[in-house]
């Protein structure tokens, strides 16, 4: 899947889970770009993007993604 | 809101949870607010998310507190002083099989080591109830536990002395056995949550190792609709009704063309054998106390026609109200819930046609629907939805079916009387009256959590609370039973006044509309007014609080020849009565001393 195909839906999800319809995620945004973004609310965008794409993340990933460029790079590879 | 009705997309729940919770809070509903202590032994912060957003959708507003992580233990037998001050109206543990630090493990265990094992892991948990219920008083629920997914020994580990799963069966009997002996204590059945979602979806070992949570993210949702329910049927807010279509729901085939005998019912087809095992389990729901109740596009007679159909388990006489006709059905429910005095929001419609289910959820949004393909599906619906979630069983529920009949008889004496009272007086009326006795106190708080029309201050009441106040000097407390020579209708009314000097203020009057027009309020205010008199009181205050379904009683303490002492402008207002000169007002009721 490509780039421009997964951030439009990247962002759907963002804004469900932020509850924030203004938010444009760029593969460089981190959680210090999103207010509400703390280690709850991780637990919960995590499970969203899940099942969003189709996927699991594995638990190194989920505890080491830096900035939402990794997260797509994951969803690249075995999103749907 | 239809995304929160079971059955739910529990993913897409807790995506757009702030939504979801942004649209309820801003709906304009007036719901019932409810402090709830949660005692994690994992991870709590999702599952107290959703709990929130199927109780808001519930009709409850919920505040919590959470324990720190795992630390269940200690607060209940330690205390804490931000749970204190939160003081809880009902508590939630949540522990799973995680929580377990007793497993065996050595197959060479002797069965004594294996039961003491059990049992000290059963105390653990048993302190911290007993603990919780000396601090706070109020309602508990309990996770039971979970089987685990992964069983070294195969089926060996459920039967064997060191098997783990033998360990939580016999662990789930035993908080079973402690539920059964309190009142208020409740089991939330994790156990068969996890069946049900199944075990392997259940089980997510990550969401442990990453964030503590005892189960997968995906099913706390279910989980966490299971609480709601039992909550919610705390506070009184389950449904009443089952209101059924008839062609292709309650048999197979359609009366009016098929005829009697078409109609595929009983054991000669398995057509005919699933349909009977649907209204055998409708029936059960009756003997909870659920009513019944039919709405069906058919001529009366072939209804009836269909309904006595010799191997049929569900009769003409099950049923509070049958409507067989051509109405549009969302016209025939409101004309039931108005004979039966029930809100609409009290009805669960089952028909087969979803265009029917479709029509009623456009004109009466309240009503819950299930549409189904085959009748199991109904079955799991109607179950899985928690509208009739048993909390507890009291003997009005169990008579509540013939209670209802016998109101359709009255309504039908009625009409051959010359005068109102004249048919009051043939109804031979019998009424007990006395205090709070412990019997009697199930179905008072359960009215006080119930009744919205005729309630002068809609005030809740939890059983604890009921309790206390039933040997409380400083109040009178009065519950009222009511028969009549078609049958008893059990406790009817309550009223609680709190001594204030030598005035009584009546803080809390409230009658079933099963017994509306009955004068049982003139009863109840004649022995008010003598025990009043006996404890040196010479002045009653009443009472108003407006809400959105009590009008029917703004004017009641004006009828009793209360004087208004005031009146605001929401629509509240305040009465007083001297009692010195009282006059007993209640002439068709005959009220007998308490039975000993």
């Known amino acids: ?80 | 809101m239809k995304e929160l009705d079971f059955p739910f997309d529990g993913n897409e729940i807790m995506r757009k949870k702030l939504a979801l919770r942004k649209k309820m809070l801003s709906d304009g509903t007036a719901r019932l607010k409810k402090k709830i202590a949660v005692l994690g032994g994992s991870t709590t912060s999702h599952v107290v998310a959703a709990l929130e957003l199927f109780l808001l959708n519930f009709g409850i507003e919920p505040v919590f507190y959470q324990s720190e992580y795992n630390k269940f233990f200690e607060d209940a037998l330690f205390g804490s002083k931000e749970l204190d001050s939160f003081s809880p109206d009902i508590i939630y543990i949540h522990t799973t099989s995680r929580n377990l630090t007793m497993l065996p493990d050595d197959p060479a265990e002797i069965p004594q080591q294996a039961e003491t094992r059990l049992n000290e892991q059963f105390s653990v948990f048993k302190q911290v109830w007993e603990s919780l219920s000396q601090r706070f008083s109020c309602p508990i629920i309990q996770n039971n536990f979970e089987l685990p997914l992964c069983r070294r020994t195969g089926s060996y580990d459920g039967w064997g002395t060191a098997g783990h799963a033998a360990f939580i069966n016999r662990m789930n009997v035993m908080l079973s056995d402690y539920a059964r002996s309190r009142s208020s204590f409740y089991i939330n059945d994790i156990n068969y949550l996890s069946a049900v979602c199944g075990l392997e979806k259940w089980h997510d070992p990550e969401a442990w190792y990453l964030y503590k949570y005892a189960m997968s993210t995906s099913v706390i949702p279910d989980l966490a609709y299971s609480i709601a329910c039992i909550i919610k049927s705390v506070y009184g807010k389950n449904h009443k009704v089952i209101d059924l279509d008839l062609d292709n729901t309650l048999w197979g085939g359609v009366i009016g063309d098929d005829g009697q005998e078409g109609i595929e019912i009983g054991q000669e087809t398995p057509v005919g054998q699933s349909f009977a095992e649907f209204q055998s389990f409708i029936k059960g729901y009756k003997n909870f106390g659920v009513l019944l109740a039919v709405c069906s596009k058919n001529d009366k007679e072939n209804a009836l026609l269909g309904l006595e159909h010799p191997f049929g388990v569900l009769k003409p006489q099950d049923f509070v109200s049958i409507k067989a006709n051509w109405l549009p059905k969302d016209q025939n429910i409101a004309d039931s819930a108005n004979e039966l005095s029930l809100g609409a929001d009290s009805f669960v419609f089952i028909d087969d046609n979803p265009a029917e289910c479709a029509i009623i959820e456009g004109q009466l949004p309240m009503v819950k629907t299930i549409s189904f393909s085959d009748v199991h599906e109904a079955m799991y619906k109607l179950s899985r939805g928690g509208y009739f979630e048993v909390t507890a069983v009291s003997a009005d529920d169990i008579r509540r079916s013939e209670m209802y009949a016998a109101n359709a008889q009255r309504t039908a004496l009625q009409k051959s009387f010359a005068s109102y009272e004249e048919y009051l007086i043939s109804l031979e009326m019998n009424a007990v009256i006395c205090g709070f006795e412990p019997v009697y106190i199930q179905r008072i708080t359960q009215l006080t959590n119930k009744s919205n029309q005729f309630n002068l201050t809609t005030r809740r009441y939890t059983e604890n609370e009921i309790r206390d106040l039933s040997s409380d000097s400083g109040h009178i407390c009065l519950c009222g039973q009511l028969s009549d020579k078609f049958g008893d209708n059990g406790i009817v009314s309550v009223v609680i006044g709190r001594i204030n000097g030598s005035q009584l203020d009546i803080e809390l009057w409230l009658m079933s509309c099963r017994v509306l027009k009955r004068d049982m309020e003139l009863a109840m205010l004649d022995e008010l007014v003598r025990l009043a008199r006996l404890r040196g009181i010479d002045r009653i205050n009443g009472y108003y609080y407006k809400t959105a379904k009590n009008s029917m009683v703004a004017e009641l303490y004006g009828s009793f020849g209360f004087e208004l002492d005031n009146r605001s402008e929401n629509g509240d207002s305040v009465w007083h009565m001297n009692i010195d000169s009282y006059k007993k007002k209640n002439k068709v009721i005959n009220v007998k001393d308490k039975e000993k």
Do not use: C, Y
């Open chain 1, 1 to 80: 899947m490509n780039i421009n195909e997964i951030i439009p839906r990247l962002n759907e999800v963002f804004r469900d889970v932020f509850g924030d319809p203004s938010i444009s995620v760029t593969p460089d945004t981190t959680s210090a770009d999103i207010e509400d973004w703390d280690s709850i609310e991780h637990i919960n965008l995590i499970g969203a993007v899940e099942s969003e794409f189709g996927m699991r993340f594995k638990m190194r990933e989920v505890s080491g993604m830096k900035n939402v460029g990794e997260m797509i790079n994951i969803i690249q590879e075995r999103g749907k």
